[in-house]
């Protein structure tokens, strides 16, 4: 296993789950505005059923969202 740079940003793909963001990022709206995230470890939402966007707040159990962990293959 390689060892990462302090400044390095990892984002892991959950099955059926959030997208987690580790690491020293920085989040921003589209416009450049900075959102605190409060900490170094983040779940953002990927089934868009979250009340907390971007921010996940579990709601992918209910809703049923199914999503790999793995990417899509290309068509």
């Not at 789950?17 to 990927?46: H, Y």
């Not at 971007?54 to 793995?70: M, V």
């Amino acid at each position: 296993m390689q060892a990462k740079p302090d400044n390095s940003v990892t984002v892991t793909l959950c099955e059926d789950g959030p997208l987690l963001l580790r690491g020293a990022f920085t989040l921003e709206t589209q416009e450049g505005r900075s959102i605190d995230p409060g900490r170094t470890t983040v779940a953002l939402c990927r089934c868009g059923r979250s009340a907390t966007k971007p921010f996940c707040d579990g709601s992918h159990k209910a809703a049923g969202f199914r999503a790999s962990s793995e990417p899509d293959s290309p068509n």
